[in-house]
């Protein structure tokens, strides 16, 4: 039974910085690309970030240089590092696996596994 839990969320100031942290049971995250998607209220699903099994990694325009995506294969986890966080960024965040093709990876529907998420508010 494949398992993904987010962790790190809360609420901060404007300009300050969260880590988030996906932890997968069930899967190998280096067999997959693994991503974050937001979601705010009363708006869609958003691509946020993603790594790669090669460990390319791409952003979302909004949070490119604020944020950063890495994973630790032994601990089989997936970290979402955020600063200069904004009001913008408040949001449920999801951690996901798929092996979208490079074109898709924006795409929610490639994604096969999703943890319940992770509540960021950003005050200002």
């Known amino acids: 039974q494949v398992q993904l839990v987010e962790s790190g969320g809360g609420v901060v100031q404007a300009g300050g910085s969260l880590r988030l942290s996906c932890a997968a049971s069930?899967?190998?995250?280096?067999?997959?690309?693994v991503a974050w998607f937001r979601q705010a209220t009363v708006k869609e699903r958003e691509f946020v970030a993603t790594i790669r099994t090669t460990s390319a990694t791409y952003y979302a325009d909004s949070v490119k240089g604020r944020f950063t995506i890495s994973r630790n294969n032994v601990k089989n986890t997936v970290q979402l590092q955020i600063d200069t966080l904004k009001p913008e960024d408040t949001a449920v965040y999801y951690c996901t696996v798929g092996r979208p093709i490079l074109s898709s990876i924006r795409n929610p529907e490639m994604y096969y596994y999703w943890g319940q998420g992770t509540q960021v508010t950003v005050s200002s």
């Open positions: 069930g899967i190998t995250f280096s067999n997959y690309a």
